[in-house]
């Protein structure tokens, strides 16, 4: 097909964003409502739009790859790791001379020379060693982590960018967050307005703790090679002791993991299971949850045609969450997660914390990390007492550790707190100080 091939002022050859124009300069049944076609949304997302892009691992490389081939110039990405030689067989803008280097790096090199035009800006980076301004400067940012860590502190950077006057959102502050995740044949990609729709902690009891089997499963039922490796890793090891009394397992000593593979063996032997391998052995010890290509190609592909969708405003964003699984055959379904009243990242209201006056502050701490909608890691609690900042427990600094862990076995009562204080809890799962209000029960 011919299409006028002039793109203004870039020097494109003709007919380039042919793929690109199709959807832009023609109206079609699935075009969002309000859209206009013209060639305006084109030149916009060549010459203006500002992309952040938060990894270049596996979905990364996919969503630069796929960003840059739909016409965005202006991307910058951000990640802290190095490449290793275990990447290369999904994170293709990687090669073996490359092992070592930063994969932000190699990855903007990468499409820097392969993409005329494209503008690719590296961040070998952690996402927490950036700051507002930085990321207030973009249109949009996309996530392609592994870590539930950095997404939520990811959202609650964009959540703290917003602009209230009198209570009311102002839109204007607004940065959509398109988030992909993946987990061997399972992923999800979902389109976050923060302020506005779910936020990533709005749904936390999404991301379930560690999954675990049964004890009674593992030590008297077992039906998988994973429950024959489980036997051995928690109940045979620690009773056997196979290299000393002190000596842990350790996932990455391959004498280890022989041991625990060759009991594992007789164990599924002695309950007829199949399928206990070395490697097998070594992926439950560590935890491993084998990298899927295709997986991670079909999440990045949604999230960058979100992107596409939200920067063009000529098609309606996904709304909001979409879950994909090919683990048998090949399976979509897309929901509205919902907002949470008492969200507490971006409900605006603190949280309240229902105690006894007679607990420990312990007990709080043990709330806050192990509540699944509150899920923090090693959190860090303040309060203001007669004017005073004073911290009550605080796990990151040593000295302060030290000074403030007799605080833990003292009940709330004894510290001197009363119904209805504010607690500012800080913590690596947001940028921003959480409040909570302790609301004392009888
Ligand atoms: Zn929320």
Known sequence: MLVDGDTGSTSDWDDRW???????????PFMHPDFEPSTESLQFMLETC??????????????????????????????????????????????????????????????????????????????QDLDETFYRQFHIIVCGLDSIV???????????????????????????????GTEGFKGNARVIFPGMTACIDCTLELYPPQINFPMCTIASMPRLPEHCIEYVRILLWPKEMPFGDDVSLDGDDPE??????????????????????????????????????????????????????????AYLPLNNYMVFNDVDGLYTYTFEAE????????????????????SKLQEVLDYLTESTSIQMKSPAITTTMDGKNKTLYLQSVASIEQRTRPNLAKTLKELGLADGQELAVADVTTPQTVLFKLCFTS
């Open 256 to 313: 280890h993991i022989q041991w625990v593979y060759q009991k594992s063996l007789e164990r599924a032997a002695e309950f007829s299971i199949t399928g206990v391998t070395y490697r097998l052995t070594q992926g439950v010890v560590k935890r491993i949850i084998p990298a899927v290509a295709s997986t991670n190609a079909a999440i990045a592909a949604a999230c960058a045609t979100e992107v596409f969708k939200i920067a063009s405003s």
């Open 50 to 127: 500002k992309i952040l892009v938060i990894g270049a691992g596996g979905l990364g490389c996919e969503l630069l790859k796929n960003l840059a081939l739909s016409g965005f110039r202006n991307i910058h990405v951000v990640d802290m790791d190095t490449i290793d030689v275990s990447n290369l067989n999904r994170q293709f803008l990687f090669r073996a001379k490359d092992v070592g280097r930063p994969k932000a790096d190699v990855a903007a090199d990468f499409i820097n020379s392969r993409v005329p035009g494209c503008c690719v800006i590296p961040y070998f980076k952690k996402i």
């Open 18 to 28: 042919n793929h690109i124009k199709k959807f832009l300069e023609r109206s079609g």
């Open 150 to 180: 950095a997404r939520r502190w990811m959202n609650g950077m964009l959540l703290s960018l917003l602009v209230y006057e009198d209570g009311v959102l102002d839109p204007s502050s607004i940065i959509p967050l398109i988030d992909g």
């Open 339 to 358: 907002r949470k009243e008492n969200c507490s990242a971006c409900s605006q209201v603190p949280s309240d914390l229902h105690f006894s006056p007679s």
